[in-house]
């Protein structure tokens, strides 16, 4: 009995250890980026292009370069947005993770605050070639004032009024708007049976968040104060956000259908095909290219204003800096070999190649000299970025902070679809809650 | 049923109508008509919905809904192996789920057999920590587990983290409660004569197990391997995070495909006929074992 | 003397193998479920007890003690979180009560309405299972497609063919979500129960039937008296799994929603998510697993005693 059993179990085990190590030979690779003979980094890549396979196909001659030049091989992993965060966290907590990364740089102060990622200090960035190359807008956006950042810019973005210059015209308007009250009144008569005058995207938190953040800047207004303490319920505040989902709850130019919007493509896609006059979005010529619009059916002018702003000083604020960061991890044990990828992939070569490719502007100042980045397009959102746009706030909690404010403004604009009033109070009591919930959290 | 009984009912079958013991009243048949074509209509909607959606081109799936779709192109079915790698996906989420439903079935099979013919003390704790496991939210296991991995990673070499056999035990452990729950239910119906018979002819326990009990309680077991090979195959959660991209399954890639081109309908639509064809037919096919296994399994 | 010392020692070694068998038996069970489940638990419920934020997730081990305060936020019904996550453990259980009581009172049904052959029968019943064995994920993302707004299915037909609406009403934001999260999860979770009660009906003795038939029970009665006391176990064991899975689901809503659901359908596990992975903090959202565990302990329990009663009670 003994031996049967015995077997019976040896059996069980060694079946699944073979099995095991079946499957785990086949997977191959984990990942982590071990130092021997030659040097291998692990890149996580953020989805920039149309697909994860377009990625892999726009960065791969790039990588391929840098080991011609350097010897060191490059791992790439491309990693939709929907798990990045989550990957990132998993690799913060175990201390396992890649060489270096990109991370969206409204995130920054978060996982500065974590300390798992290597602070450029100013001895980090000489070795990366200074940081007087990039724009400085851009670099504002790598953590909070007075810490060394982690990381520094790689794709730049900023936010601009998207017009259709056909519909404009059918409309008898000359000249696009510039104020928020132009911007309703264009709006007014741009939005007929099929057509409306704004697309927005009721339902991303992401893109919620940071026009509540440009449109209360124009108030005047700030989510919070000077020692990082959330202010949300401020009546600038209110009076921002108010303006933004009165497109839709007041002014009627925005197609309640658009509350529903979440993924960041219908909108633009609204707009490519014809039911939205204009759209407030990020660089969206190559999404725009995609669904059939070419270039010369569009204007791109800056963000209007609120009424009252000024037209410089602290209210002057039409984008917020988006854009994405390249980051080294501070586990990694490949410290040079991943600065010296930094290096690359910010080198005026690579930045006019890459930028390119997604549409995005370069983050160094050396690589506006390619024509493609002089354009009139180009040359607005570059001057947006070096003059109007702030960087979304510093604190640690800045991505709960995009979450609660994106998540306030998805109610609203639900209310306002399904047609209940959105009053100072209904946005003041969302408010209030969003801020709760961030103070317990910290 | 007995044999009186059924000899009764052929008869009767033969006699009187080709339903039961009595010819159901016209309002039971009603009933029946109409019941059964409402829930044969929900179901088919999301599956015509499915079919229909991944055979139009782009355009139609993102204007108004049109019952009869107006084109159709195999288009979709071209564009998803080349948007995301389905095909190394597919291979992956075959070895895991294949890996871990081997296993799994191995492990409970010895579990169910232990609670099934023994009395031991920590029987009854046994039992309990496996039902309660199923009531922890699998999202908190995530980072913990995640860790877990990673240690044991540095510390014995045995990598765990991002890579298939992490994930295969990752599944056959999510499996394992219901897989032995379900067993347990199923070798108890198994009378224990056999047992003896068994070990009247010289067997020990493991022998009684590996002769007797195995064969008879395939409907069962074949009901556990479905399970989990159905729950390893569609999991995302725990998967898209313990994976990278040599080891990523298909539901992974799906997501992932799904999320960036959220407007595709046509191809998400498309691509998720393909993830479910394998699992869908192999659930089909195995059927009748389910009705036999669940019948004395979670019955007692 | 030696012999029989022998023999005893042979019969002590065989007590003790035999007792140590069925140990022997559960041991890579218990080893799987101690690494994958059982450490992982505790060291979740460990987590519940620090403050566990962006500023220690990098080295857990030493972040703060939070002592009660992560309970105590989330059971302060007052403050936002607590009222958030008792808004969603209201909608959680109504979620969970619709869910099941309809996947039930249709599995049931179409088990009794299928008892007896009739031509297409197993063909029909094939076609059932279809929803239950598609991946969860694709199920969702389908129903997700069919409730958009203005390119959906759903819309389509409630708006434009039946004219039960004036404009198109949202299905994926406001109050209308908790009903397409209902119906979605009853989509996906009925034919499961189609499946047991089914197989359950083959375990009912067919003499019980013979003798109700010539007792002269029409079929309605047949179903009362019989059939459903008859399947009082199964429906016991059923409904409980059916419980324990849609009081933890995490796939349908996030699928359906996205990482923020509408508030009128913030399930309790995405609710959790949110706290953990949006929030960033990882020990109020143990705190409340942990609360969620103790909570659905107590209710499995309390099930268990009185089902179980209530069958002695029936015997």
Same mark, same amino acid.
């Given at each position: 009995? =003994?031996?049967?059993?015995?077997?019976?179990?040896?059996?069980?085990?060694?079946?699944?250890? +073979?099995?095991?190590?079946?499957?785990?030979?086949?997977?191959?690779?984990?990942?982590?980026?071990?130092?021997?003979?030659?040097?291998?980094?692990? @890149?996580?890549?953020?989805?920039?292009?149309?697909?994860?396979?377009?990625?892999?196909?726009? +960065?791969? $001659?790039?990588?391929?370069?840098?080991? /011609?030049?350097?010897?060191? /091989?490059?791992?790439?992993?491309?990693?939709?947005?929907?798990?990045?965060?989550? =990957?990132?966290?998993?690799?913060?907590?175990?201390?396992?993770?890649?060489?270096?990364?990109?991370?969206?740089?409204?995130?920054?102060?978060?996982?500065?605050?974590?300390?798992?990622?290597?602070?450029?200090?100013?001895?980090?960035?000489?070795?990366?070639?200074?940081?007087? =190359?990039?724009? $400085?807008?851009?670099?504002?956006?790598?953590?909070?004032?007075?810490?060394?950042?982690?990381?520094?810019?790689? @794709?730049?973005?900023? @936010?601009?009024?998207?017009?259709?210059?056909?519909?404009?015209?059918?409309?008898?308007?000359?000249?696009?708007?510039?104020?928020?009250?132009?911007?309703?009144?264009?709006?007014?008569?741009?939005?007929?049976?099929?057509?409306?005058?704004?697309?927005?995207?009721?339902?991303?938190?992401?893109?919620n968040a940071h026009h509540a953040f440009t449109f209360a800047a124009q108030q005047g207004g700030s989510f919070f104060d000077s020692s990082g303490k959330p202010t949300f319920d401020t009546p600038q505040n209110i009076a921002g956000i108010k303006t933004y989902v009165d497109f839709m709850a007041a002014d009627k130019?925005?197609?309640?259908?658009?509350?529903?919007?979440?993924?960041?493509?219908?909108?633009?896609?609204?707009?490519?095909?014809?039911?939205?006059?204009?759209?407030?979005?990020?660089?969206?010529?190559?999404?725009?290219?995609?669904?059939?619009?070419? $270039?010369?059916? @569009?204007?791109?002018?800056?963000?209007?204003?609120?009424?009252?702003?000024?037209?410089?000083?602290?209210?002057?604020?039409?984008?917020?800096v988006a854009g994405i960061n390249l980051s080294v991890f501070g586990g990694t044990k490949n410290k040079d070999a991943a600065l010296k990828f930094v290096k690359f992939m910010t080198s005026q070569p690579t930045q006019i190649a890459l930028n390119k490719s997604y549409g995005s502007l370069p983050s160094v100042s050396?690589?506006?000299?390619?024509?493609?980045?002089?354009?009139?397009?180009?040359?607005?959102?570059?001057?947006?970025?070096?003059?109007?746009?702030?960087?979304?706030?510093?604190?640690?909690?800045?991505?709960?902070?995009?979450?609660?404010?994106?998540?306030?403004?998805?109610?609203?604009?639900?209310?306002?679809?399904?047609?209940?009033?959105?009053?100072?109070?209904?946005?003041?009591?969302?408010?209030?809650?969003?801020?709760?919930?961030?103070?317990?959290?910290? | 049923?007995?044999?009186?009984?059924?000899? #009764?009912?052929?008869?009767?079958?033969?006699?009187?109508?080709?339903?039961?013991?009595?010819?159901?009243?016209?309002?039971?048949?009603?009933?029946?008509?109409?019941?059964?074509?409402? !829930?044969?209509?929900?179901?088919?909607?999301?599956?015509?919905?499915?079919?229909?959606?991944?055979?139009?081109?782009?355009?139609?799936?993102?204007?108004?809904?049109?019952?009869?779709?107006?084109?159709?192109?195999?288009?979709?079915?071209?564009?998803?192996?080349?948007?995301?790698? !389905?095909?190394?996906?597919?291979?992956?989420?075959?070895?895991?789920?294949?890996?871990?439903?081997?296993?799994?079935?191995?492990?409970?099979? !010895?579990?169910?057999?232990?609670?099934?013919?023994?009395?031991?003390?920590?029987?009854?704790?046994?039992?309990?920590?496996?039902?309660?496991?199923?009531?922890?939210?699998?999202?908190?296991?995530?980072?913990?587990?995640?860790?877990?991995?990673?240690?044991?990673?540095?510390?014995?070499?045995?990598?765990?983290?991002?890579?298939?056999?992490?994930?295969?035990?990752?599944? !056959?452990?999510?499996?394992?409660?219901?897989?032995?729950?379900?067993?347990?239910?199923?070798?108890?119906?198994?009378?224990?004569?056999?047992?003896?018979?068994?070990?009247?002819?010289?067997?020990?326990?493991?022998?009684?197990?590996?002769?007797?009990?195995?064969?008879?309680?395939?409907?069962?077991?074949?009901?556990?391997?479905?399970?989990?090979?159905?729950?390893?195959?569609?999991?995302?959660?725990?998967?898209?995070?313990?994976?990278?991209?040599?080891?990523?399954?298909?539901?992974?890639?799906?997501?992932?495909?799904?999320?960036?081109?959220?407007?595709?309908?046509?191809?998400?639509?498309?691509?998720? #006929?393909?993830?479910?064809?394998?699992?869908?037919?192999?659930?089909?096919?195995?059927?009748?074992?389910?009705?036999?296994?669940?019948?004395?399994?979670?019955?007692? | 003397?030696?012999?029989?010392? *022998?023999?005893?020692?042979?019969?002590?070694?065989?007590?003790?193998?035999? *007792?140590?068998?069925?140990?022997?038996?559960?041991?890579?069970?218990?080893?799987?479920?101690?690494?994958?489940?059982?450490?992982?638990?505790?060291?979740?419920?460990?987590?519940?007890?620090?403050?566990?934020?962006?500023?220690?997730?990098?080295?857990?081990?030493? *972040?703060?003690?939070?002592?009660?305060?992560?309970?105590?936020? *989330?059971?302060?019904?007052?403050?936002?979180?607590?009222?958030?996550?008792?808004?969603?453990?209201?909608?959680?259980?109504?979620?969970?009560?619709?869910?099941?009581?309809?996947?039930?009172?249709?599995?049931?049904?179409?088990?009794?309405?299928?008892?007896?052959?009739?031509?297409?029968?197993?063909?029909?019943?094939?076609?059932?299972?279809?929803?239950?064995?598609?991946?969860?994920?694709?199920?969702?993302?389908?129903?997700?497609?069919?409730?958009?707004?203005?390119?959906?299915?759903?819309?389509?037909?409630?708006?434009?063919?039946?004219?039960?609406?004036?404009?198109?009403?949202?299905?994926?934001?406001?109050?209308?979500?908790?009903?397409?999260?209902?119906?979605?999860?009853?989509?996906?979770?009925?034919?499961?129960?189609?499946?047991?009660?089914?197989?359950?009906?083959?375990?009912?003795?067919?003499?019980?039937?013979?003798?109700?038939?010539?007792?002269?029970?029409?079929?309605?009665?047949?179903?009362?008296?019989?059939?459903?006391?008859?399947?009082?176990?199964?429906?016991?064991?059923?409904?409980?799994?059916?419980?324990?899975?849609?009081?933890?689901?995490?796939?349908?809503?996030?699928?359906?929603?996205?990482?923020?659901?509408?508030?009128?359908?913030?399930?309790?596990?995405?609710?959790?998510?949110?706290?953990?992975?949006?929030?960033?903090?990882?020990?109020?959202?143990?705190?409340?697993?942990?609360?969620?565990?103790?909570?659905?302990?107590?209710?499995?329990?309390?099930?268990?005693?009185?089902?179980?009663?209530?069958?002695?009670?029936?015997?």
């Open positions: 009995m =003994r031996r049967s059993a015995l077997l019976a179990l040896a059996v069980c085990s060694t079946a699944t250890a +073979l099995l095991a190590t079946g499957c785990s030979s086949s997977g191959s690779n984990s990942g982590g980026g071990s130092g021997s003979s030659q040097q291998t980094l692990t @890149y996580w890549a953020s989805d920039q292009g149309s697909s994860i396979a377009d990625d892999v196909q726009v +960065l791969t $001659p790039e990588l391929n370069a840098f080991t /011609k030049q350097t010897g060191i /091989k490059v791992h790439l992993e491309v990693i939709g947005w929907n798990d990045l965060l989550n =990957r990132i966290m998993a690799a913060v907590s175990s201390g396992q993770g890649p060489d270096v990364l990109n991370i969206g740089n409204t995130w920054s102060a978060s996982l500065q605050a974590t300390g798992a990622f290597l602070p450029f200090t100013s001895d980090v960035m000489q070795q990366i070639g200074g940081s007087s =190359r990039f724009l $400085p807008g851009a670099l504002a956006a790598t953590g909070a004032p007075g810490k060394p950042p982690v990381g520094v810019p790689i @794709y730049s973005m900023a @936010y601009a009024l998207y017009y259709n210059k056909a519909m404009f015209q059918a409309a008898g308007i000359t000249t696009p708007p510039t104020t928020w009250s132009e911007f309703v009144a264009d709006g007014t008569k741009l939005t007929k049976s099929g057509q409306w005058g704004v697309s927005v995207e009721g339902a991303q938190t992401p893109e130019i925005a197609n309640p259908s658009d509350a529903e919007y979440s993924n960041g493509t219908e909108a633009v896609k609204d707009f490519a095909t014809g039911k939205a006059a204009m759209m407030l979005w990020q660089d969206a010529g190559q999404d725009l290219t995609n669904y059939g619009m070419s $270039p010369s059916q @569009y204007g791109v002018v800056p963000v209007p204003f609120a009424d009252t702003s000024a037209t410089s000083g602290p209210t002057h604020v039409d984008s917020i050396d690589a506006y000299t390619d024509p493609a980045f002089q354009t009139p397009t180009v040359k607005v959102f570059q001057n947006v970025l070096a003059s109007s746009a702030a960087p979304m706030p510093a604190v640690a909690t800045e991505s709960q902070f995009e979450t609660v404010i994106g998540t306030a403004l998805k109610n609203l604009f639900a209310d306002a679809a399904s047609g209940k009033p959105v009053t100072d109070q209904s946005i003041a009591s969302q408010l209030d809650q969003a801020q709760q919930q961030l103070q317990a959290g910290g | 049923m007995s044999d009186a009984a059924s000899a #009764l009912r052929g008869n009767r079958r033969r006699r009187r109508s080709p339903r039961s013991p009595m010819a159901p009243p016209p309002a039971f048949l009603w009933t029946r008509r109409i019941v059964l074509t409402l !829930l044969g209509l929900f179901t088919f909607v999301p599956l015509y919905v499915m079919v229909t959606g991944s055979l139009k081109p782009l355009q139609d799936v993102q204007s108004a809904f049109q019952w009869i779709p107006q084109h159709l192109t195999l288009r979709p079915y071209i564009d998803i192996w080349s948007t995301v790698p !389905l095909g190394h996906y597919f291979v992956n989420s075959l070895i895991v789920s294949t890996c871990s439903t081997v296993v799994s079935v191995l492990i409970a099979i !010895l579990a169910a057999y232990a609670v099934s013919r023994y009395r031991f003390p920590g029987r009854q704790l046994f039992s309990v920590t496996v039902l309660s496991t199923q009531m922890f939210p699998g999202i908190l296991f995530l980072l913990p587990l995640f860790l877990i991995y990673v240690n044991i990673g540095t510390a014995t070499g045995v990598q765990l983290s991002n890579t298939l056999l992490g994930l295969v035990i990752t599944y !056959l452990t999510f499996t394992l409660p219901f897989s032995i729950w379900m067993l347990v239910g199923y070798f108890d119906s198994i009378p224990r004569e056999l047992d003896e018979a068994a070990k009247v002819d010289g067997n020990g326990p493991i022998g009684a197990l590996v002769r007797v009990i195995i064969p008879a309680a395939v409907p069962g077991i074949v009901t556990v391997a479905v399970y989990s090979f159905m729950t390893a195959w569609g999991e995302v959660l725990f998967a898209s995070v313990m994976t990278d991209d040599s080891t990523r399954t298909l539901a992974v890639g799906l997501r992932n495909y799904a999320s960036q081109n959220d407007v595709y309908w046509n191809q998400i639509m498309a691509a998720s #006929l393909v993830v479910s064809v394998p699992v869908v037919v192999a659930f089909l096919l195995l059927q009748r074992y389910l009705v036999a296994g669940l019948t004395a399994g979670s019955v007692k | 003397m030696a012999e029989a010392r *022998a023999a005893v020692r042979a019969a002590v070694t065989r007590h003790v193998r035999r *007792a140590g068998l069925p140990y022997l038996l559960l041991l890579p069970a218990v080893l799987f479920e101690l690494l994958v489940h059982v450490v992982p638990m505790l060291v979740g419920i460990v987590m519940s007890f620090k403050q566990l934020t962006e500023f220690f997730i990098r080295n857990w081990t030493a *972040a703060p003690s939070a002592g009660l305060d992560n309970y105590r936020f *989330a059971l302060n019904f007052n403050g936002a979180v607590g009222s958030l996550l008792l808004h969603s453990f209201l909608v959680t259980c109504g979620f969970t009560v619709l869910t099941v009581g309809i996947s039930w009172l249709l599995g049931t049904g179409a088990a009794l309405l299928m008892q007896d052959p009739f031509r297409g029968r197993g063909l029909l019943r094939t076609y059932f299972l279809v929803p239950y064995a598609l991946p969860a994920y694709t199920a969702a993302i389908t129903w997700e497609f069919m409730f958009q707004r203005d390119t959906g299915l759903v819309n389509r037909l409630l708006v434009d063919d039946l004219h039960l609406f004036h404009t198109a009403p949202f299905w994926l934001i406001g109050g209308n979500s908790f009903w397409a999260l209902v119906v979605t999860a009853v989509w996906r979770t009925w034919p499961f129960a189609f499946l047991v009660v089914t197989a359950g009906l083959q375990n009912i003795p067919g003499d019980l039937y013979e003798a109700a038939a010539i007792d002269g029970a029409g079929v309605w009665r047949r179903i009362r008296s019989i059939t459903l006391p008859q399947l009082r176990p199964v429906n016991q064991v059923l409904v409980l799994v059916l419980f324990l899975w849609n009081f933890n689901d995490f796939n349908t809503p996030y699928v359906l929603f996205g990482n923020v659901p509408p508030p009128q359908a913030n399930l309790i596990s995405l609710q959790i998510y949110d706290t953990s992975f949006e929030n960033w903090n990882f020990g109020s959202g143990s705190a409340m697993s942990v609360l969620l565990l103790l909570f659905l302990l107590v209710v499995t329990a309390i099930y268990l005693l009185v089902t179980n009663r209530r069958r002695k009670a029936d015997v």
